[in-house]
C-alpha cells in the first residue's frame, strides 16, 4: 500500500428513516425506501465546515478511494483522494455515494421491491439528475452537514455537482464541474440511445427482468465498447494501440486482428460482471434527460454566493470544452467567481480519470482557498 | 423528372469469362465466379478516352444516378452525375459498380456459393479494397477502356481510388479521393469492430446462415445507428435536431423522447430493409484491412503519371482532414501534382453526399483540365 493511501475503507448503508421514507421523483412517481451506499475519508471538524462531496460517473460507485478489503485495486479516484492529495484527506472530510439507480449499494431497479418483494426491473421508475441529488442530500442532512465546502465529480459526476447549484445552493461553497455540460446534446444523446439499443435488442435483456436468469451480457458489452470509443481520443487511441496487430498477420476472419479490437472487447466483458444492465438504461437516460441550460443552473430568487472552478480537457469529444465554456458563460452572466481551466491532455474524455498532476494543482489550491474563507 | 436528370437507367451484369473466372484474393483464398452490378451514363467516346469510374462507400451501390424503373428516389450521387453536372454526362461515360463482398447485385455472402448451391454466409472469403478493385479491373478491360480519366469516390470509395493507383497506375490519368484516408485509425477501426459485434451479437445473425430465416435485425440496426452518429457531425445534429422532443413531455420511459432517438431507430429500420449483414461485417472488414500507408500508395519502378484533387470536410469527425493531409504529404513526397481542398462543411463526413456546389466547383474545373490535356 502506497503511503499516500487512506487504506482500506468500508461502505457504510444508509437507509431514509421512516418519516422521509419516500422521495417523490421528479417524474411524479414515488421511490422509498431508499438506501445510499457510500465511503467517507477523513475526519469532521468540529464545525463540520470541511465536509467535500465527491459524485461519480455513470459507472462509478461510492468507493472513491482507498482500498476495499480483500481488494488489490483502488478506489476510482484514488489517485486524486487521499493524504497530500487534491482531495487531502488529512484536511477535509471527503463523502461519496452511489446514485440512486445504480448498482452498487444503492437503491436501483436491481433492488428489491417492497410491493411485489422481487427485483424491481422495469417498474423502477425513470430517474433524473435532480433525483439523484434529493437522495444525496438526505445523506448530507443524516450526517449534520449544513454546508459542503465543495461538490466535486466528473462527467456524470460534474452534472450532478450542477446540480447541487441548482436544487440547494444555500448548501455549498464551492463546485468542481469536471469535463460535463450543462445538457447534453443531441450527439450524446444519440451515442447513449445507441447503447441503450444495443441493450434491451439483445433477447436475455427480458423486458429487464433478467434477474436470476443472467445479466444480457452481448447487448451490455456492445453498448460499453461504444462508450469506451468515446471516452478515448483519436489521439490517445493511435498512441495506445495504433494499427498493431495481435498476431503477426491479419487472420482474414471475423476474429479481433488488431489490438483495440481486442481490447473493446475484453473491456465490455470485464464491464458485465460488475455493472447491471437496467442500471445503464436509467442511469444514461438521467443523463439524457439533464438540462440546466438557458438560466436554469442558478434558481430565481435564491441566495448563490458560491464560487466555481470548471475544468475541460482539450481532447475530449464527448463533453467538448465549449460546454464547459457554456458554464461559465452561465456563471460570469450571474456575476459569480469562476476559474476556467481547459487542460492540453490527449486522453479525451477519460482525462479527469488521468490527467492527476494538472487538476491535483488546480484543485488544492482552489479547495485551499475556499476553506480559508470559510474558517475566517 | 429534372431537366438534367439522366433519366431511367438500368443496372446490367457483367460475370467473369471462363477464361478468367476466379480472382485470387488478397488472403490466397480463390473467389468465382464473380458478377459484378454496374451502370454506366452518358457515352464513351469513340477514343474510349472519357471513361470515368465512380467508386462507391459501405452502404452505397452500383446506382450512382439517374432513376431506376418504378422507383422515386435517384441513385445516390445523383446531384453530382449528369447533365451538366460535376460529372458531365454530356462529355464523360461514367461506370459506377457494386463492389464484391456487396449485397447489391455483386457477388457476396448473400450469393449462392456454386459448390453449395447455398448462399456462401461465411463461407465466403475475406475480401480487401485492393480484391475489389481486381475484379473492378476486370470489369474495365471487358468495357474495352485502357486508361481512365478518374478515378473517383468518398469514404470507402476514396479508398478505393486511391487502391486504383497503387494497382493500376498505368491505367488511370487522375484521382479524386475524397473524405478519405491511407490507412483506417484505431477509432475508425474500434467503430467497425462495435458494429461487427453488433451484428455478431444478434442470435439471428446464426453465425453468417441466416439466409431463408430473416436478417439478425436488431444487431445490424444498431452497427448502422452507430454509424450514422459518426457519419454527422456534432454541429449538423444540433441544427438538425437539438434537444427537441417528439412529444411535448418527457415520457420517463425507454421509448424514443428525442427526436435524434427516433431518427435514429428509423434509420436504423430502413437500412435492415435494404442491407445485407453478412455484406456489413465483409465491407468493413475490408476497409479496417486497408492500409496504404508508409509508401504503399505508390508502387515502386512503375510509372505514375497522374493527377489528384484531394478533399476533406472541416467538420468531418471520422475521417478527420488530417488524413487527407496524409494522402497529399505521400503525393508531394513523389513530386505528383496534387490538389488539396478543405471545404468549410458543417454536414460532417455525410458532406460528400451534400455539399454539391462547392465539389461540383471543384471537381468540374480538375476534370476539364484533365480531359483537355488528354485530347491534345
Not at 43 to 68: D, F
Not at 122 to 140: G, H, R, S
Request: contains cysteine; charged residues 20%.
Amino acid at each position: 500500500m502506497k503511503d499516500n493511501s487512506i487504506g482500506i475503507v468500508s461502505p457504510q448503508l444508509f437507509t431514509f428513516a421512516e418519516d422521509q421514507q419516500e422521495l417523490v421523483l421528479k417524474s411524479g412517481k414515488k421511490l422509498g425506501p431508499i438506501t445510499l451506499a457510500y465511503e467517507t475519508y477523513g475526519q469532521l471538524n468540529e464545525n463540520k465546515s470541511n465536509a467535500v462531496l465527491i459524485v461519480h460517473a455513470l459507472s462509478g460507485n461510492a468507493h472513491a478511494a482507498g482500498l476495499s478489503e480483500g481488494e488489490e485495486k483502488p478506489g476510482w479516484w484514488d489517485d486524486m483522494i487521499g493524504p497530500g492529495k487534491a482531495f487531502d484527506t488529512d484536511k477535509y472530510f471527503i463523502i461519496c455515494s452511489n446514485v440512486i439507480g445504480g448498482c452498487q449499494g444503492s437503491t436501483g431497479p436491481a433492488s428489491l421491491n417492497p410491493e411485489t418483494d422481487k427485483p424491481y426491473g422495469l417498474e423502477f421508475p425513470l430517474i433524473t439528475i435532480e433525483d439523484m441529488i434529493n437522495a444525496q442530500k438526505k445523506l448530507i442532512d443524516y450526517l449534520g452537514i449544513k454546508k459542503l465546502l465543495t461538490v466535486a465529480g466528473g462527467s456524470m459526476g460534474g452534472m450532478q455537482a450542477l446540480q447541487w447549484v441548482a436544487s440547494y445552493p444555500e448548501m455549498i461553497c464551492s463546485v468542481i464541474p469536471i469535463a460535463t455540460a450543462l445538457k447534453h446534446s443531441p450527439q450524446q444523446i444519440a451515442f447513449d440511445e445507441v447503447g441503450r439499443q444495443a441493450v434491451m435488442s439483445d433477447p436475455d435483456w427480458l423486458n429487464g427482468n433478467y434477474y436470476g436468469h443472467g445479466q444480457p451480457q452481448k447487448g451490455l458489452s456492445v453498448a460499453r465498447m461504444i462508450g469506451h470509443i468515446t471516452y478515448m481520443s483519436d489521439e490517445s487511441m493511435e498512441k495506445k494501440f495504433s494499427r498493431r496487430l495481435k498476431d503477426d498477420n491479419y487472420t482474414f476472419s471475423f476474429s479481433a486482428d488488431f489490438e483495440v479490437e481486442g481490447y473493446l472487447r475484453y473491456r465490455g466483458d470485464s464491464f458485465v460482471k460488475r455493472f447491471d444492465a437496467n442500471s445503464y438504461l436509467y442511469i444514461t437516460k438521467a443523463m439524457d434527460y439533464f438540462d440546466l441550460s438557458q438560466g436554469k443552473l442558478f434558481p430565481e430568487n435564491r441566495n448563490v454566493d458560491m464560487r466555481f472552478l470548471v475544468i475541460a480537457f482539450r481532447s475530449d469529444w464527448l463533453y467538448p470544452a465549449y460546454q464547459a465554456k457554456e458554464i461559465v458563460q452561465q456563471i460570469k452572466m450571474k456575476n459569480i467567481d469562476a476559474t476556467y481551466c481547459e487542460v492540453k491532455s490527449t486522453y479525451g474524455h477519460d482525462a479527469f480519470l488521468l490527467e492527476i498532476d494538472e487538476q491535483t494543482h488546480l484543485i488544492s489550491h482552489f479547495l485551499n482557498n475556499v476553506y480559508e474563507d470559510v474558517e475566517v
